[in-house]
């Protein structure tokens, strides 16, 4: 989209503002202009193009100019294609000059896909100011940390001031809450300064209750016969409503030009229906390729089309989020079995299976959904699939907003998170998982009083069915979501890093992405130099092979197992010589007793307690 306009929307002009949009079953459409400086608001009518769009030039147009739209006799709409909502998403829209900030990042270059460490944040709640600029404060952390991307839940703006973002109404229009777009500019400028790559959470299977004045431009473009979790499909498949669906797809291709964004990671793909020839996922992810970006789904189908090329008939992710690996390693220590948890055994063999194709269901029957569940995926290279131990979803769709380090013993935690670290594939964390943040990540909105009163009750719906949330009485101590301490209480204190034992947790994870980032035995290309298997006496054994040297991880995130593992296969040396012992978990700088499960001189192993131990040859 470079040097192009937009499909809809107001776009600044060497001679005016150009006022583009779509509203097929208007006969009129005017926009009403308050000139940046003041004075009069200016009426000024929008002709129809052969295209089917309303549009004119507004001569005397400027950058600051706020607006609305008429259609017929419905007045003071905001633009569906709005750069800005200063006012929040029921007010006037504002034209922005997208060329007025001055870049600094030309020497930016993309990291491969395999060498990434994701860092998912809240901007809300990252911290304290919960602004775009008060987040680039921490970047050095997040880069000393050994992460290398941030992932930045959706900022689409949203109604109120406090969102998750997944209420988004307005796709092109940073919110509010968090800056001016030149913020969020800001924030992607110092982001590259620190050598992280920046990816956007975006949602496009649906659009937030309030504020959403899409049907006022386009009714009928639900499609309340199709349901998705939020209601109605988008009709992204009608030949009515191709320019709908042009406003969509634009949209990545927005980001990447006007804020240069990297890389998108796509909400609930599997929701987003489309049966045309040519998916638009499919239209997304290339629009995403040709300007040099990356595309990763949620997706929870398991399903490899969703990350195969489009040429072998898929959608052309370059990546999927594959809960699998979170869902084992939870249920290993805390026994959850309500909801799709009660699909896992969190057995060690299950974890094995995880590790050793990318997610567990490729196939089997999921009790959950009732039916088979996933594809195989061992074909395809460990980078595309994202795994963690935590995120926004699986911490604040617990009803208190438990991150993992609150529900788990200390060494279990430590056990997973040098796992996830360590393993070949794509790694994420979620902010202040590095130091076990004692602080929820709860779920919060801001809606009007009549829809917040809805939210709030289908919120302890939700859990109507787990046993802890039998009874009226239980439901009512969930956490308001429209409470504003609901919010604040979910926010980062980052004072937590100097806590003696939270400062030894971030040192382990430092470690271990260290070790990630310095020995490309941690991030192969191909499934061809590693192996994982379960022993026969409990423990976990990844074998990673490099060019001149082994690596070899042995784990047991529950403890209590133990065996002489000298004649292991998997564990037995090239050459001659001794394994040495490069970490183990609980060591004495990470907060542990200083005990090691291994003796690398006779591979005798006892895990009395959870532990991860790294050895090298």
Not at 274 to 286: A, C, F, G, K, S
Not at 475 to 500: A, G, H, V
Not at 532 to 559: H, P, Q, S
Request: net charge negative; proline share 5%.
């Amino acid at each position: 989209m470079k040097n192009e306009l937009l499909p809809q929307g107001a776009d600044l002009l060497d001679h005016g503002v150009r006022y583009r949009v779509w509203a097929p079953r208007s006969e009129r459409v005017d926009v009403e202009i308050q000139p940046r400086n003041g004075g009069d608001v200016r009426t000024v009518p929008l002709g129809l193009d052969a295209s089917g769009y309303f549009h004119a030039i507004d001569q005397r147009g400027r950058a600051g100019d706020r607006y609305k739209f008429r259609l017929d006799e419905k007045t003071g709409l905001p633009d569906p294609a709005s750069r800005w909502q200063p006012e929040g998403v029921h007010g006037p829209s504002q034209v922005i000059n997208p060329r007025e900030y001055e870049w600094r990042d030309e020497e930016w270059r993309l990291p491969r896909l395999r060498d990434l460490v994701i860092y998912e944040l809240h901007v809300g709640t990252f911290t304290r100011e919960g602004t775009f600029l008060a987040a680039i404060e921490k970047l050095p952390h997040i880069r000393e940390l050994g992460a290398n991307a941030i992932e930045i839940m959706p900022i689409a703006d949203f109604a109120g001031a406090r969102n998750w973002g997944y209420d988004g109404v307005c796709l092109y229009a940073p919110s509010h809450a968090y800056g001016h777009p030149n913020d969020l500019r800001a924030l992607v400028d110092a982001a590259h300064a620190q050598g992280l790559t920046v990816i956007l959470d975006v949602v496009y299977n649906h659009l937030g209750p309030d504020g959403n004045f899409l049907g006022s431009y386009a009714p009928g473009y639900i499609d309340e016969a199709r349901k998705t979790p939020w209601g109605g499909a988008l009709r992204f498949d009608d030949p009515a409503f191709r320019p709908m669906r042009a406003l969509f797809v634009a949209n990545p291709v927005y980001w990447i030009e006007e804020f240069h964004i990297d890389g998108f990671r796509l909400d609930a793909t599997h929701a987003i229906v489309d049966e045309t020839p040519r998916h638009i996922l499919q239209e997304m992810t290339d629009a995403i390729h040709e300007r040099g970006g990356f595309a990763i789904a949620e997706d929870s189908r398991n399903d490899s089309r969703v990350i195969l090329p489009e040429s072998e008939n898929g959608l052309g992710f370059d990546a999927v989020w594959a809960d699998d690996f979170h869902h084992s390693v939870r249920v290993s220590n805390t026994h959850e079995n309500e909801s799709y948890l009660a699909d896992f055994a969190g057995s060690l063999g299950e974890l094995i299976e995880t590790l050793r194709n990318g997610w567990f269901y490729r196939g089997q029957y999921s009790q959950a959904r009732q039916g088979k569940r996933g594809t195989e995926c061992r074909h395809l290279p460990p980078q595309r699939f994202v795994h963690c131990i935590m995120n926004h979803d699986q911490v604040g769709n617990h009803a208190f907003g438990e991150r993992l380090n609150h529900s788990i013993s200390r060494e279990s935690y430590l056990a997973a998170s040098a796992l996830l670290c360590l393993t070949p594939y794509t790694p994420m964390l979620f902010m202040g998982q590095e130091w076990g943040a004692s602080t929820p990540f709860q779920f919060f909105t801001d809606h009007k009083e009549e829809l917040g009163k809805l939210v709030t009750k289908g919120r302890r719906e939700e859990f109507k069915d787990f046993a802890l949330f039998q009874d009226a009485g239980s439901r009512e101590k969930i956490p308001d979501p429209q409470n504003e301490k609901t919010f604040l209480d979910s926010k980062l204190i980052w004072d937590e890093i100097n806590d003696q034992k939270k400062s030894k947790t971030l040192a382990l994870y430092k470690t271990c992405l260290a070790l990630r980032n310095e020995h490309t035995a941690f991030r192969p290309k191909s499934r061809e130099s590693w192996i994982v298997e379960e022993l026969d006496c409990g423990i976990g054994a990844l074998r990673i092979k490099a060019e001149n040297e082994d690596w070899l991880i042995l784990f047991d995130l529950v403890g209590g197992h133990g065996a002489a593992l000298a004649e292991e296969w998997i564990c037995r040396r090239r050459g001659s010589g001794v394994w040495s012992l490069v970490l183990s978990t609980n060591e004495r700088r990470f907060g542990g007793s200083g005990d090691c499960a291994i003796d690398p001189t006779t591979m005798q192993a006892q895990f009395k307690k959870p532990e991860l131990v790294v050895l090298k040859s």
